[in-house]
């Protein structure tokens, strides 16, 4: 867990300025369908100028980053720590280690991570999407979502989510097992080559 988080926290502050522009980016619509702020960036490099020009330089490429560093410490550490437990749990009540073990660990370790993550995630969209007049702390912005929408609003885009990551971690920790596995293989390779060779008193 504390691994975990400590990568999530790193990865959320490194990556923070560009899921506020992907943010944006996305919510940004035409005409009668356009909702919320509207910010009219044409690209990527373009969100990244007026967001430094407009929101105080450098310090609002990085508005919404403590919610960021909360999610990817508790999404990271949730993840990984659930993965690792069902893993171990599986093999020690007999289950054949391979591809299928891995899978459905972390699709199960996946839905876990969604669980704490997804709050964080409604939360911070909101946060991104604000102008500077009407800027929030987290904890008043989760107040007002729960006071007006309920807290099952906190949950929005679950199935999405899911959809989202499920494959993700997957692929990711099927990819680390056989590397692990390939490992441990040349490892035992080396080892038996060194028992065979002939030894000189």
Known sequence: MLAGGICGALGAVSANPFELVKT???STAAGAIAVGNQYGYVSV??????????????PGLYRGSMISVYRGILGSAANLSSYTMLRDYALREGYSEGVPLDMGCSLISAFVSVVFMNPLDVVRTRLYNTSSINRQS??????????????????????????????????TFVFL???????????????QRKLQQPHYS
């Open 177 to 191: 097992e056989q590397l692990k596995r390939g490992v441990k293989q040349i490892k035992l390779e080396e080892y």
């Open 45 to 58: 490099s373009s969100a990244l100028r007026q967001i430094m020009t407009k929101e105080g330089g450098v």
């Open 138 to 171: 987290i904890f008043r912005t989760i107040k007002t979502i729960v006071e007006n929408e309920g807290l099952k609003s906190l949950y929005k885009g679950f199935g999405t989510h899911f959809m989202r990551i499920g494959p993700h971690f997957c692929l």
């Open 24 to 26: 944006r980016l996305q």
